[in-house]
């Protein structure tokens, strides 16, 4: 079996978590893969789709104000 390639660490203490896994992947790719999406999913993101904007809204006068 061939020796198995070291992936590109994940940033800060997000490593010591995906770490964990990595014996659950096979390949380097999914590996990195999963570092990414971990990554991913702590990045501040902007919404703006219609209904993440109409959360905090009510439901009919609400929704037609200009902040909304």
């Known amino acids: 079996m061939t020796k198995r390639l070291p992936c590109p660490p994940a940033p800060g203490p997000l490593e010591v978590y995906a770490a964990r896994f ?8 999914q590996r990195r893969g999963f570092r990414e999406y971990l990554a991913g999913l702590l990045l501040p993101r902007d919404r703006n789709k219609t209904l993440t904007c109409l959360a905090g809204a009510e439901p009919v006068a609400g929704a037609q104000h200009a902040a909304v």
């Open 22 to 29: 990595d014996g659950l992947f096979g390949t380097l790719a």
